[in-house]
């Protein structure tokens, strides 16, 4: 009794289902057609993509077949490759371990796309079409179906995949190619070279070859990260010094963005593994902390290091002793006819200098020079300088308020007889004694 009511009941089911589909079919008519619909829409052929799309246009239908036979090919290539291949958590030889997230099919579907064969399937390969355009007779919609057939056989598939296994060879060879000698370069942009190479290779790779990308690009980003600019000696016109991480030593083709609070005229040269900076240094004084910073940038990544040039410069050869005095000798209503300076001078050096020219200034005052001291001697010790002047001052620019605190800054430049290098002594704001006015 019971399978005669499952046979009466799926025997209604059977008649409703036909009726749907009858007044479904009733509601639809074809408008046009490409001619008579062949046997092969909708069925299987050897050697043949068959599939249909579906649009509001027949340009959209036609794109979608096209897209499902792209579609169809790259889900076979996917199913082949990932068959045939594991995939695991892989140990590296680094000792790391990399998890390769998602699924691989969709991995490789995405990389199978972008092969030439896949990218030429076109309309114009097509063995045979049929389309129809179709209306609902209530709402008046048009739809279009449009069907082909796209030949394609077992060995169109083993050509994709031969092909899909070649690029992945070729990207395997330029990844042992980038890792190769990693450890034994010593050029900055060389290492960023090989960084942007495996960059682009990380995108393209998959299983254990992204992970051994990943892994040096990791150790590559660290090193440009932490190169540290390390002295190795500093001279009066000469720094120099070198790029470091850990133990190795690196070199650059850049040249350095430099700066200093009193050096100038900077001149970079390169002697191995060695950065000299030449520069000038007769604005540094002694007063106060000179430096010269040294700046680099990596993939935007700065690299820099200030030295200070104190050391050099606070132990001068010359400096200003107390008791310098500015003395009028002679002088009218609107002119200082005869004057003299008297100079304390402490010589720290052992050996003498020759004086080649002196030059003073008061409190903003015009600027005197004295270059009758040239050839003079300067021996260790303090040396009482004597210098007259030799042009008139205008009294009302020497006449000085009996309160005022007059200062003297200028500049000493001597010569070493020993090895006829010539250098200039500057010096700031020492008090003066005014005497006579």
Known sequence: MKTKNIF????????????????????????????????????????????????????????????????????????????????????????????????????I????????????????????????????????????YYHLKYPFSQADLDLIIFEYKEAQRRMREQLEAAIAGLDDLTQVEAIIERLTTLRHLSKQ?????????????????????????????????????????????????????????????????????TMMVRYDHQGCRSQVTNTISVEYRFESRPVKAEFQLA?????????????????????????????????????????????KNISITFSKRPMLSFNTVAGQTLNPGTNSLELTGEFPLQKSNYTFETYEIVLMSGSITYTNPKTNNTSAYKFYNEKVAVMGQ
Not at 62 to 75: E, M
Not at 76 to 85: E, I
Not at 311 to 337: C, H, M, N, P, R
């Open 205 to 273: 790779l998959e299983d254990e070859n992204k992970a051994i990308a990943a892994t040096n690009i990791g150790k590559m980003e660290d090193l440009l990260k932490n190169l540290q600019i390390q002295q190795t000696a500093c001279s009066q016109g000469v720094l120099k010094y070198f790029l470091v991480y850990g133990n190795r030593r690196f070199t650059t083709s850049q040249n350095p963005k430099t700066k200093s609070n009193c050096a100038s005229n900077f001149r970079q040269q390169s002697v191995e593994d």
């Open 8 to 107: 009466l009941l799926s025997g209604l089911l059977l008649l409703f289902m036909m009726g749907i589909l009858t007044e479904i079919s009733a509601q639809v008519k074809v408008i046009d057609k490409s001619g008579k619909k062949p046997d092969w829409v909708g069925g299987i052929e050897t050697n043949y993509l068959i599939e249909s799309g579906k649009g509001a246009t027949l340009d959209e239908a036609k794109a979608q077949a096209l897209t499902r036979v792209k579609d169809n090919i790259v889900n076979s290539v996917a199913v082949k490759v990932s068959s045939s291949t594991e995939l695991s958590t892989s140990e590296l030889s680094q000792g790391e371990k990399y998890n390769v997230s998602g699924s691989y099919a969709e991995v």
């Open 109 to 144: 579907k995405t990389k199978t796309a972008n092969l030439p064969a896949i990218k030429g399937i076109s309309e114009n390969k097509v063995s045979e079409f049929y389309w129809e355009k179709t209306q609902d007779k209530k709402s008046k919609q048009i739809v279009c």
């Open 311 to 355: 050391s050099i410069f606070t132990s001068a050869v010359l400096k200003i002793s107390e008791g310098a005095q500015f003395i009028v000798l002679e002088s009218d209503y609107t002119t200082i006819t005869q004057y003299k300076i008297i100079l304390p001078v402490l010589m720290q050096s052992n050996e003498p200098v020759e004086l």
